[in-house]
């Protein structure tokens, strides 16, 4: 095994490991709530988080509780790192049947 597969397995291990990771992409969309006191009612509207995520072909959003929001974050932080890792680890692979080498 190369070094540089070792440092990217070890990695990939490390993350793994570490907490749970999560696919999908973040949006922030801006709502109003419906109180017409509020102040969102001529401004902008409250910005709330969504995860978005594509299933065969078919978007789903879920909306994200705001104490939930720094947790869902990392998740979907390491679900990208973890696939960036796989990603070079399946290159080095990639290069070894291109290279018809073992
Ligand atoms: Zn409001």
């Not at 070792?6 to 999560?22: E, K, P, V």
């Not at 909306?63 to 929001?69: A, G, N």
Request: aromatic fraction near 8%; charge should be positive.
């Amino acid at each position: 095994m190369s070094s540089a597969e070792r440092q990217a397995r070890s990695r990939l291990t490390q993350l793994l490991s570490r907490r749970g990771f999560l696919r999908g992409s973040l949006l922030v969309r801006r709502m109003k709530c419906g109180k017409a006191n509020c102040r969102c009612a001529r401004g902008e509207g409250h910005e709330s988080l969504f995860l978005v995520i594509s299933e065969n072909g078919r978007t789903r959003q879920l909306y994200v509780p705001k104490d939930w929001v720094s947790r869902v974050r990392l998740w979907v932080e390491d679900y990208h790192r973890a696939r960036k890792l796989m990603e070079e680890i399946s290159r080095i692979y990639w290069d070894k049947v291109r290279q018809r080498q073992d």
